[in-house]
Nanobody
Framework: QVQLVESGGGLVRPGGSLRLSCVAS????????MNWYRQAPGKVRELVAS?????????IHVDSVRGRFTISRDNARATVYLQMNSLKPEDTAIYYC????????WGQGTQVTVSS
């Protein structure tokens, strides 16, 4: 069965960096585009970044993180990453890895808290 396991979240000061990882299993990882979403308290879940299966072309969907966040993938490790730099308090959220294969599959999420 499809499994997505995120890691790398934590508490970081404004201006700091984190790298999130999502290890996938149960499907042919290299065949599918991958996504990172986030959900802040009291807000709807939003799509942050996507990366294609072929060529690993990244797309950032949230204007406020463009230039600070980078999505990448390692097909040999079945892992997708989200590098987050210059973090701001408004980046505080639970971050979820996602793949759509006839339906949405989600990881359990990893908490990112940006606070001084």
């Amino acid at each position: 069965q499809v499994q997505l396991v995120e890691s790398g979240g934590g508490l970081v000061r404004p201006g700091g960096s984190l790298r999130l990882s999502c290890v996938a299993s149960g499907f042919n990882f290299s065949w599918w585009p991958m996504n990172w979403y986030r959900q802040a308290p009291g807000k709807v879940r939003e799509l942050v970044a996507s990366i294609t299966n072929i060529g690993g072309m990244p797309t950032i969907h949230v204007d406020s993180v463009r230039g600070r966040f980078t999505i990448s993938r390692d097909n040999a490790r079945a892992t997708v990453y989200l590098q987050m730099n210059s973090l701001k308090p408004e980046d505080t959220a639970i971050y979820y890895c996602n793949v759509y294969i006839t339906k949405d599959y989600w990881g359990q999420g990893t908490q990112v808290t940006v606070s001084s």
